[in-house]
């Protein structure tokens, strides 16, 4: 009879609460369109996690206790650099044991074959490292090799 009601009138039926097939119909869409948004951010969050570890070779072989890989920047460093979010590694440690002549009324430093090596009024040969934890810039807005 509640079917015949159902056709005639288009209103929905809705089985009695508190029966089994209240309870196990209407759970998991529920639960579902209630919780979606944190499932998601879960999933996006252990992918990310996979993916960050996948990329650095390094932590990951460390973790397995597989040797490491030979190259000496990890794929991680690699697609950083490639992104602009750092510099390269041959900016983060330069070869600081090489000679400069330090300009001290301008702020910056000189390297060996530039046309102010040595030569200006107030200056002074250092290395690399000293001049750099001095705050002094490199003149060519390069590192000297």
Sequence with gaps: MAYLD???SRKEVR??????ASSAKGTLPQHWRKHRGGIYL???AILLAAVVWRLDGDAAAAALGKRSRPTTESALRILLVKLGLTCS????HPNDRVRVWVDLRRGVYYCAGDRRYGRTKDGQFTTQH???LS???PAAHKICQ
């Design 89 to 92: 590694p041959s900016l983060l």
């Design 130 to 132: 000293d001049a750099r």
């Design 15 to 20: 089985p009695e609460t508190g029966t089994a």
């Design 42 to 44: 879960i999933v996006a």
């Design 135 to 137: 705050q002094y810039e």
């Design 6 to 8: 159902t056709l005639v």
